[in-house]
């Protein structure tokens, strides 16, 4: 789910010279959280709680190297959670390099966000580890991420802020789509299908954090250059995520012995058409860009209520 991370960020530099972020320091006036480029309280939901589920997987089972069902949705997933454990590290550096001054619901929402991304950090480790027992490569791609994030660090935090919050809408819209939508998994190994649930129900639920963040870290700028830094971030986001993803994929289809033609034709039916995650979360992706957009303008809870009992015995205060 979410996610590509840092190799996202390629071409920010050439895209930024028509954006100033030259004044990108935290500002330490009054807290205050907007909604996006219009300035109204944000919708964020009063009464949202962020939960900590502590739940471990995939320690004891042997799920079948096309634990999906298919070649095509376990290669693509793979390749998602291979990114996982540096981007979310990524992620919450990203968020906590503007939380001075947040308003104190704020403060414990950010909180309780990195505990979830470490938590999945671990998780994901623990499951590309069995892509790897049964023979996949997945530390070229996690390598190459890592060489991506390099990339970052002389970059400006609220760039690399940005293009959080643009992934960070990437894994609300996918984790909605496989929550919702019982076909996405209908054939996986039933642990590795409870991660993924559980990882999905997470990303719904801390979805506004990394955009709340941002609307307090540039509630000084004006209303276009938000929603344009914005915008722009998640067109990169977009090429890049999809560019890499699909590079990933077919590196490990190829493993599977699945080249050419078959294996395009192979993983862009499962992209676009069944059970096609990319072209059922395009009218959420084009939402993102609509001024005043804020995550939580769609409030989806009713996605974690349905997941939430499987993991009443782990749950932990936020």
Same mark, same amino acid.
């Given at each position: 789910?979410?996610?590509?991370?840092?190799?996202?960020?390629?071409?920010?530099?050439?895209?930024?010279?028509?954006?100033?972020?030259? #004044?990108?320091?935290?500002?330490? #006036?009054?807290?205050?959280?907007?909604?996006?480029?219009?300035?109204?309280?944000?919708?964020?939901?009063?009464?949202?709680?962020?939960?900590?589920?502590?739940?471990?997987?995939?320690?004891?089972?042997?799920?079948?190297?096309?634990?999906?069902?298919?070649?095509?949705?376990?290669?693509?997933?793979?390749?998602?959670?291979?990114?996982?454990?540096?981007?979310?590290?990524?992620?919450?550096?990203?968020?906590?390099?503007?939380?001075?001054?947040?308003?104190?619901?704020?403060?414990?929402?950010?909180?309780?966000?990195?505990?979830?991304?470490?938590?999945?950090?671990?998780?994901?480790?623990?499951? #590309?580890?069995?892509?790897?027992?049964?023979?996949?490569?997945?530390?070229?791609?996690?390598?190459?991420?890592?060489?991506?994030?390099?990339?970052?660090?002389?970059?400006?935090?609220?760039?690399?802020?940005?293009?959080?919050?643009?992934?960070?809408?990437?894994?609300?819209?996918?984790?909605?789509?496989?929550?919702?939508?019982?076909?996405?998994?209908?054939?996986?190994?039933?642990?590795?299908?409870?991660?993924?649930?559980?990882?999905?129900?997470?990303?719904?639920?801390?979805?506004?954090?990394?955009?709340?963040?941002?609307?307090?870290?540039?509630?000084?700028?004006?209303?276009?250059?938000?929603?344009?830094?914005?915008?722009?971030?998640?067109?990169?986001?977009?090429?890049?995520?999809?560019?890499?993803?699909?590079?990933?994929?077919?590196?490990?289809?190829?493993?599977?012995?699945?080249?050419?033609?078959?294996?395009?034709?192979?993983?862009?039916?499962?992209?676009?058409?069944?059970?096609?995650?990319?072209?059922?979360?395009?009218?959420?992706?084009?939402?993102?860009?609509?001024?005043?957009?804020?995550?939580?303008?769609?409030?989806?809870?009713?996605?974690?209520?349905?997941?939430?009992?499987?993991?009443?015995?782990?749950?932990?205060?936020?």
């Amino acid at each position: 789910m979410e996610s590509g991370i840092a190799d996202l960020l390629t071409g920010v530099s050439v895209s930024l010279t028509y954006i100033d972020v030259s #004044n990108t320091e935290p500002f330490m #006036n009054a807290p205050a959280r907007f909604d996006s480029e219009n300035g109204k309280t944000a919708p964020t939901p009063a009464d949202l709680s962020i939960t900590i589920r502590d739940e471990r997987f995939n320690r004891s089972s042997e799920p079948a190297r096309w634990w999906a069902g298919d070649a095509f949705g376990t290669a693509w997933h793979n390749a998602l959670s291979a990114t996982f454990p540096r981007g979310e590290a990524f992620f919450i550096e990203a968020v906590k390099a503007h939380r001075d001054g947040v308003d104190p619901k704020l403060a414990e929402e950010i909180r309780a966000f990195v505990r979830q991304e470490i938590n999945h950090t671990r998780e994901h480790v623990a499951f #590309n580890r069995l892509a790897e027992a049964h023979g996949y490569d997945i530390k070229t791609i996690d390598k190459r991420v890592e060489q991506m994030l390099a990339l970052t660090r002389d970059r400006p935090v609220i760039v690399n802020l940005a293009a959080t919050m643009a992934l960070e809408h990437y894994t609300a819209m996918m984790a909605a789509e496989f929550l919702g939508n019982p076909q996405h998994f209908a054939n996986a190994d039933p642990e590795v299908r409870r991660m993924w649930e559980w990882h999905a129900t997470e990303e719904i639920e801390h979805k506004g954090v990394a955009f709340d963040t941002w609307n307090h870290a540039t509630r000084n700028w004006s209303k276009w250059r938000r929603w344009k830094l914005r915008s722009l971030m998640m067109l990169i986001v977009s090429f890049n995520f999809f560019r890499n993803r699909w590079a990933d994929s077919m590196e490990l289809l190829a493993q599977d012995g699945i080249t050419g033609w078959k294996a395009k034709w192979g993983m862009f039916s499962y992209l676009a058409w069944k059970p096609g995650v990319v072209r059922r979360i395009f009218p959420a992706w084009l939402a993102y860009f609509r001024p005043g957009f804020h995550p939580w303008g769609h409030d989806d809870r009713a996605l974690i209520a349905k997941y939430e009992g499987e993991f009443a015995d782990a749950l932990l205060p936020a």
